[in-house]
Structure formats: C-alpha cells, structure tokens
C-alpha cells in the first residue's frame, strides 16, 4: 500500500537510505554521488552508513528504510546480503546492489536486487536509479519537503 491509499498520510519529508560498504571511501562516493536530493519530486535524503552485515541486518529489521544501496565486493558481499533480506524481510524496500564490473549484472538478479549499476560510482546512473526505487517505494503522491 503506498501513502496514495491513504488520503490523510502527510507527504514525506525525508526519504531514508540505507548505504552498506566495508569501504569508507565507496560509502562516502555514493553518499556525495546521492547528495540531499536525487530529484525533484522527491523528498530530501536521510542516509545511513554502515559498515558490516550485522549492522544491515539490524537497521533492515528496524524498519523506517525506503531504499538501500548494497556493495556487491563489500565483505561480506551485498549480492548475498540483498537475498538474504529478500528472503527475510516482508515487504523488503528496493535495493541497488553495485556490482564489480558491467559483467556481473546477472548476479545482480540472482540476489533478487531491483536495480544494479556497476562500479565505480556513477554520479549520474546512482541517483537516477535510487529515484526510480524510491518513486516505487513512496507511491505517486510525494511532495518535495
């Protein structure tokens, strides 16, 4: 159900996502690729860093995510992090996973990931790819903040 179900629902004013790296400097990369806001029509981001997939794992169950950003050659990988919480989590939010190479999509796939781009960060496909997962998160009636 997205918040166009429910007429009374306040628009969002903040969008969470989720970047798991065991790299500071791919974290920081795709934080600065991501900025406050990667559209328009979408509210400003909130971002939560971590580090390790226990670290995933509790902020996934914790609720409040709408989008997450996997490292797919973070240790442990993101790919098998991303099938775990499809597995695992009901109603899972959307999940870009960053492959190691273009080549490596398929396996973007087999971890049931939404989206995938591929290292190194791209500031223009990141954002790009994390609007259209928070667009079908939040529904059609978000309203910039």
């Known amino acids: 159900m ?4 429910h007429p009374d629902t306040p628009p969002v004013a903040q969008a969470t996502v989720l ?8 974290r920081e990369d795709i934080r600065l690729a991501l900025g406050r806001r990667v559209a328009a029509d ?6 939560v860093e971590v580090a390790t997939e ?7 169950d914790g609720g409040g995510i709408d989008v997450a950003v ?3 050659e ?11 919480l499809h ?17 490596d999509a398929w396996l973007a796939t087999w971890s049931r990931a939404e989206a995938a781009i591929s290292h190194p960060v791209d500031p223009i496909r ?11 998160r939040l529904g059609t009636s978000v309203t910039p903040g």
Do not use: W
Not at 75 to 81: A, F, L, N, S, T
Not at 93 to 101: F, H, S, W
Not at 126 to 136: C, G, I, K, T
């Open 70 to 72: 996997l490292d797919g």
């Open 87 to 103: 597995d695992e989590i009901f109603q899972c939010p959307p999940i870009l996973v960053l492959t190691g190479r273009p080549d």
């Open 54 to 60: 226990p670290a995933v794992i509790r902020a996934m």
């Open 2 to 5: 997205s918040p166009a179900d």
């Open 19 to 26: 970047v798991y790296s065991d790299d500071r400097t791919v």
């Open 42 to 47: 979408l509210p400003e981001l909130r971002v």
């Open 126 to 136: 990141l954002p790009a790819a994390v609007a259209a997962l928070l667009r079908s």
């Open 74 to 84: 973070a240790v442990p990988g993101g790919m098998g992090i991303c099938r775990q």
